[in-house]
Every structure is written in structure tokens, then in C-alpha cells.
């Protein structure tokens, strides 16, 4: 029996050190299987700016990309999905200096077909399996303004490097897809100053290849609030989207001799929400395995579940545990043949992982690869567990979900009596989710004696539609009204200590930090804001295409009038209200952050600073949004801790 050594919270020893958090920047990502020869490939970032193309051998993985490349473009600023295979075998991809390249992944050979350009990029690319045409996605930066950049979908040949522009109108397109044989082909757009989640239309055309033409084009499903997304062709020609109906985003098919969309709702599947609309274009989170089984990614009240889904029976099951898997996103899975597939997920002991996984036989399940430290690195009853928590809002009729980790420690206990304190964690996007899956940063913070709870406040995915969409033209409000709620209901429920509640988070989540500290002035005895917004007014002015009409659609009710724009900014932007805040601010921000300019945290230091407050900025030169360089996260976990030492341990 091990006797824990009583110390105070947030004093406790741990061997999850920062080094731990910063080694697991690298990232995993994009896996592919070569139809032709079997061969598996995937992505993976070293988190200090390079992602290597890798192939999984007998001996482990191993890069095959050129040390002076990397994988990698700013379509729409966050990227578009950068890697795919020809039919011969090579691999296409776009090189973060512009370029789009071709590697032979049997000589590392690399040989560049577009040449670097200030004004063009290039992503999102599928192959014609028997002409040399690439689809792709094409951003012209001539007129390099949210409202002046145009996009393409284009068509390059991989012999001669020449490109033509082949569908175009449009001022966003996401996803072009050719199907099996190349006959035709799918993608989504959708115009200013609709949103992507709900506006979204998905067509299809026929393709001529000899020409390089795209011809009767016809939409299939979308606008009107349906949330059309993720089209993915079958092996037999069937088409699968996902789009929300009866509450949730749900899985609709299109047999290969065409007809009607073909709502796949068996019986328990339609609690579910199927299929991503994400602001990052790259999302396959399900995919056709054959014409009677598809594998796909499942969320239902903030949590996510692998299942494979049987057409003919009309069932489903789950293939993967939850310890195991618990959270799948992005670009996370990728068909090897009709009973297995790619899928890179993580647990909640689990980091992000390579998954072979089977879905007739569980025994012939494989882990191929990890990005870093799991639960099986740290001792027994070190790692905090989870605990899905929903509160009744205190200010509107409905409910707000949270994720609560308790600080656990194997050799260290507190007295009894004592509570801990708190940090409060509020996601990107607005339009994202927490997850349970093992996350080493909040695993820092427990280990040492700090209660963690991440928020997946009004607007988050996972919960349905009603829940999504309840943000629009509430943010800043609604979403800043649960954390508070959160923190005041475990304080209240003897959960944590009361005058010990930190507030953070990064982008939508720095924002929301602002928003807490200036209308619940004495809720958090400190913040840590990352890369968050202090002026609407600014961001809305100077954002990037992608969110240009993010923050209307978010901020002003339906129907506002043209002369209450301005008025509801302010109201929401902490520049405006900074003489409210009470309790010390820390800010952190990449200096070449392209989403949120580094300005809306020198703004807001600066106002605060000025009328007495206690505020501190870092800025981390050369970082963009996501915080993510291992340098970066050795710095900023440094600054936060020590931020939570002063402020909510008054050490």
C-alpha cells in the first residue's frame, strides 16, 4: 500500500513535466493506403514546423519526404487537406513554399509541377485514375482582401504542370472528388456572407477528360439550414454526404445508378451526429469500406464513438472501445479494403495514435503508430478521469455540458477538508467541442493538485443541432454565461474552492476568457487569455476570408438593423468594458497569428495597463494562431503555471 505525502493542491510533484506537454506537439494526420500497391502513408508534424510524408514499414514508420520539404498550405489560412495519392503510386502534395509536388515513394525522388507563388495556392487534390488530371482547390491572391480573394477549383496535369480553372462562380469550395472510374465528380460551395455550417450546397457533373471540362452540373442537397457535408464516394459508386436533419447531422446515400438521397437512419443511429462541417476542409470522419459497410465516426453528447455501420442488415456496432478511442476528427481515417481501414484517433490514456482497426475481428486491431506519452508511460492513478458533467444554465432554458478532471496524483493527497482549486478551459472556434481524450496539458495541471474542467459551452458541435446553433447571435454572451455557471455550480457543490477559479482559453476561447473576466468581474480570481479577441469591431474589419462573415453571423440576431452593428460589437468586445476587469490578466499570442492579428492583445494590454490593472503580454515571435511550435508550448505552459501560482494558490 503506497501512502500519499499530504501537500497542499496545486504543490503536488509530477512527473508530467513541461517537456512532456511540448513533446506531444507532433501530430498525426491524413493516412492514405496506396490501392495499387498496399502501401501506407501518413502525416506527421515534429510540432516545430515541418510535417514529414511517412510510410509504415515492417520496421516502424519511416519518413521518405526530403528534410528541405514539408507538407503543408495556408488555403483559407488554416489549410486545406495536402496529401493524396496518383493512380501510379506517386504521391501529389502541397509544399508549405507554395509549390505542389510529386514524390516517388521508392526513391524519395521529389519533382515540383507548380513553382512557388505569392498569389496562388494550392490543396484539397483528387486524382483521375486514368488521365493525368488533379482536382484541387485554387486561391488567387491578386486582390489579397477577405472580399477580393478568389477560389477555383482547378485542374492540374502531373505531366505538364499546366492548370486550368474548371469550376468557378462560387466564392468557397471545399472537398472536389472525383468518383471510382472518374466519370464525375462532387464538391461543396457556398458564397458571401453565408456560413459554411448551414449554406453549404453540394453538386456533382459530369467530367470530360479529354477535354478537361466539367459538364451538367447539378446540386444535390444543401442551403436552406441543412449543414450538407463530407461527400465521399463508395468502391461500388455510391455517393455518401452528410447533412442535419431531425435534430442531428446524419449519414444520406445515393445509389450508384442515381436517384434520391437515401436517408441511412437505423434504428438508435439517428441520435448521433455523423459527418464533420468544419472551418478545416480536410474532414473525412467516416468512409465507405464497401457497398455494405461504411466505418464511421459517431458523437452523441460530446462523445465520440467509432462504429461500423451495416447497410444490408441495417445495424450498427462499435469496433473500437472508448478507452481506447474517443475522439476522431479531421482527416482521420482512410479505407485499406472491404473489412479494414485506417484510423488515427486518441483515448483518455491514449495520445494520437495510427490505428489499424477490423471490423469483423477485433484480435486483428493494431496500434501502428503514437505521436507522444500515453497513459501507459506514467504510473497507476496518476492521470485524472474524466467525468461528463451537465448544469441547467442559470440565465436561459436549457442545459451546458462540461468535461470535469479532478486532480489526481498517485503520491500526493491533500488534507481533508481542503478543495482544490480550479481551472476553467473554453475551446476554439466558437463552433468546436471538447473531448475526454487524454489531453497532457490539463493532465499537468491535475497532477499537481488543480481541478480542470473544459466547457463545451452553447455552440458547440456534438449536441446536436438545437445546441450548435443556439450561439448565433449570442456569442459573447451565452457562451460566457456558462463558464460562469460552470465555475459558480462547483463551487457551490463543494467541488472546488471558492476565490480559486482561473478562466482560459485560446482563439474563441481567449475571447471567451475576456468576455468572463469583464462581465463576471469577481467569479475568476485570474485569466490566461491565448490569441483572443478584445475588439469585434477590429477583427471583423481585418479577419481573414474564411471567417470574414463568421463574427456577423455569430454576434447579431436575425434581423438586426444595419445601425446596431457598432452598438453590439462594443457591448461584446473587452476593449470597451476593460474597466470592469478586476482580476490579473496574462496574454499570450503568436506575433504572425493571421486569424487574430497580435494587435487585439496589445489593445487590450495596453488599456488595462493604463488604468492600473495587473496585466502581462508575451509575445511569441514567429508563432502563428495555434500556439503549437514545442518552444512555444514550453514557454506559454511556463507563463500559465506560474500565472496559476500567483493568482488562484496567492503564492
Known amino acids: 500500500m503506497v501512502i500519499k505525502k499530504v501537500t497542499p493542491y496545486g504543490d503536488w510533484e509530477s512527473p508530467i513535466s513541461i517537456e512532456s506537454v511540448a513533446s506531444?506537439?507532433?501530430?498525426?494526420?491524413?493516412?492514405?493506403?496506396?490501392?495499387?500497391?498496399?502501401?501506407v502513408f501518413f502525416l506527421e508534424g515534429d510540432g516545430a514546423g515541418r510535417t514529414a510524408i511517412m510510410e509504415m514499414t515492417t520496421d516502424g514508420a519511416v519518413d521518405i519526404l526530403p528534410k528541405e520539404c514539408s507538407v503543408g498550405n495556408i488555403v483559407y489560412e488554416y489549410g486545406v487537406q495536402a496529401l493524396q495519392i496518383l493512380p501510379d503510386g506517386r504521391l501529389i502534395f502541397s509544399n508549405q513554399d507554395n509549390t505542389v509536388r510529386i514524390l516517388d515513394p521508392s526513391t524519395s525522388q521529389v519533382r515540383t509541377i507548380i513553382e512557388d507563388s505569392s498569389i496562388l495556392r494550392y490543396g484539397s487534390f483528387t486524382a483521375h485514375k486514368t488521365s493525368p488530371w488533379v482536382l484541387a482547390i485554387q486561391e488567387d491572391h491578386t486582390n489579397n482582401t477577405p472580399y477580393g480573394i478568389e477560389n477555383y477549383i482547378a485542374a492540374i496535369n502531373v505531366e505538364t504542370g499546366s492548370v486550368k480553372r474548371v469550376i468557378s462562380g462560387a466564392d468557397f469550395y471545399y472537398q472536389p472528388r472525383f468518383n471510382d472510374d472518374g466519370t464525375r465528380l462532387v464538391w461543396l460551395e457556398w458564397n458571401h456572407p453565408e456560413m459554411l455550417f448551414d449554406m453549404a450546397k453540394l453538386y456533382s457533373a459530369d467530367w470530360d477528360s479529354e477535354s478537361a471540362t466539367v459538364?451538367?452540373?447539378?446540386?444535390?442537397?444543401?442551403?436552406?439550414?441543412?449543414?450538407?457535408?463530407?461527400?465521399?464516394?463508395?468502391?461500388?459508386?455510391?455517393?455518401?454526404?452528410?447533412?442535419?436533419?431531425?435534430?442531428?447531422?446524419q449519414l444520406f446515400k445515393i445509389a450508384p445508378e442515381g436517384g434520391k438521397p437515401v436517408h441511412i437512419a437505423f434504428l438508435g443511429l439517428t441520435r448521433f451526429d455523423l459527418g464533420e462541417s468544419s472551418l478545416f476542409e480536410s474532414s473525412r470522419t467516416y468512409v465507405p469500406l464497401s457497398s455494405r459497410h461504411l466505418l464511421a465516426t459517431a458523437v452523441s453528447n460530446g462523445k465520440c464513438r467509432l462504429l461500423c455501420i451495416d447497410l444490408e442488415q441495417e445495424t450498427w456496432k462499435q469496433v473500437a472501445q472508448d478507452q481506447d478511442i474517443s475522439a476522431l476528427n479531421a482527416d482521420c481515417i482512410s479505407r485499406i479494403d472491404e473489412s479494414s481501414a485506417l484510423v488515427v484517433a486518441k483515448g483518455p490514456t491514449t495520445s494520437n495514435s495510427l490505428f489499424k482497426i477490423d471490423i469483423h475481428n477485433p484480435k486483428k486491431d493494431k496500434l501502428l503508430r503514437t505521436a507522444g506519452l500515453s497513459g501507459s508511460?506514467?504510473?497507476?492513478?496518476?492521470?485524472?478521469?474524466?467525468?461528463?458533467?451537465?448544469?441547467?444554465s442559470r440565465s436561459e432554458p436549457r442545459q451546458t455540458h462540461g468535461i470535469l478532471f479532478m486532480p489526481r496524483n498517485n503520491k500526493y493527497t491533500a488534507k481533508e477538508g481542503e478543495l482544490p482549486p480550479l481551472i476553467v478551459f473554453s475551446h476554439g472556434g466558437p463552433t468546436g467541442m471538447a473531448n475526454n481524450a487524454l489531453n497532457l496539458r490539463a493532465q499537468y495541471f491535475t497532477s499537481r493538485g488543480y481541478a480542470f474542467l473544459t466547457v463545451n459551452y452553447a455552440g458547440s458541435t456534438g449536441y446536436g443541432n438545437a445546441y450548435r446553433r443556439y450561439l448565433y447571435g449570442r456569442w459573447g454572451v451565452s457562451d460566457t454565461n456558462d463558464v460562469a455557471d460552470f465555475a459558480a455550480h462547483l463551487v457551490e457543490?463543494?467541488?472546488?474552492?471558492?476565490?480559486?477559479?482561473?478562466?482560459?482559453?485560446?482563439?474563441?476561447?481567449?475571447?471567451?476568457?475576456?468576455?468572463?473576466?469583464?462581465?463576471?468581474?469577481?467569479?475568476?480570481?485570474?485569466?490566461?487569455?491565448?490569441?483572443?479577441?478584445?475588439?469585434?469591431?477590429?477583427?471583423?474589419?481585418?479577419?481573414?476570408?474564411?471567417?470574414?462573415?463568421?463574427?456577423?453571423?455569430?454576434?447579431?440576431?436575425?434581423?438586426?438593423?444595419?445601425?446596431?452593428?457598432?452598438?453590439?460589437?462594443?457591448?461584446?468586445?473587452?476593449?470597451?468594458?476593460?474597466?470592469?476587469?478586476?482580476?490579473?490578466?496574462?496574454?499570450?499570442?503568436?506575433?504572425?497569428?493571421?486569424?487574430?492579428?497580435?494587435?487585439?492583445?496589445?489593445?487590450?494590454?495596453?488599456?488595462?495597463?493604463?488604468?492600473?490593472?495587473?496585466?502581462?503580454?508575451?509575445?511569441?515571435?514567429?508563432e502563428g494562431h495555434m500556439l503549437s511550435k514545442p518552444d512555444t508550448v514550453r514557454k506559454y505552459l511556463a507563463e500559465e503555471e506560474a500565472w496559476w501560482r500567483k493568482t488562484l494558490l496567492k503564492l
Open 377 to 392: 508511460d506514467f504510473a497507476d492513478g496518476l492521470l485524472s478521469v474524466p467525468e461528463h458533467i451537465t448544469i441547467p
Open 215 to 249: 459538364e451538367r452540373p447539378t446540386i444535390i442537397a444543401g442551403g436552406n439550414s441543412e449543414g450538407v457535408c463530407e461527400p465521399h464516394w463508395g468502391p461500388d459508386g455510391a455517393l455518401y454526404f452528410s447533412k442535419e436533419t431531425g435534430g442531428h447531422r
Open 493 to 622: 457543490t463543494g467541488r472546488v474552492r471558492l476565490g480559486a477559479v482561473g478562466i482560459t482559453g485560446g482563439s474563441a476561447g481567449g475571447y471567451n476568457t475576456l468576455q468572463a473576466l469583464t462581465q463576471y468581474p469577481t467569479t475568476f480570481a485570474g485569466g490566461v487569455c491565448a490569441c483572443g479577441i478584445s475588439d469585434l469591431i477590429q477583427f471583423d474589419d481585418h479577419t481573414h476570408k474564411l471567417e470574414s462573415d463568421y463574427a456577423a453571423a455569430l454576434l447579431l440576431p436575425e434581423g438586426t438593423p444595419e445601425d446596431d452593428k457598432v452598438r453590439i460589437y462594443k457591448d461584446r468586445s473587452a476593449r470597451y468594458h476593460a474597466d470592469k476587469i478586476q482580476s490579473p490578466l496574462l496574454l499570450v499570442h503568436g506575433v504572425a497569428d493571421p486569424v487574430v492579428p497580435v494587435v487585439q492583445a496589445r489593445i487590450i494590454h495596453d488599456i488595462v495597463k493604463k488604468k492600473g490593472g495587473d496585466v502581462k503580454l508575451v509575445e511569441i515571435p514567429d
Open 24 to 39: 506531444g506537439a507532433r501530430s498525426l494526420t491524413a493516412p492514405r493506403v496506396c490501392s495499387k500497391t498496399g502501401r
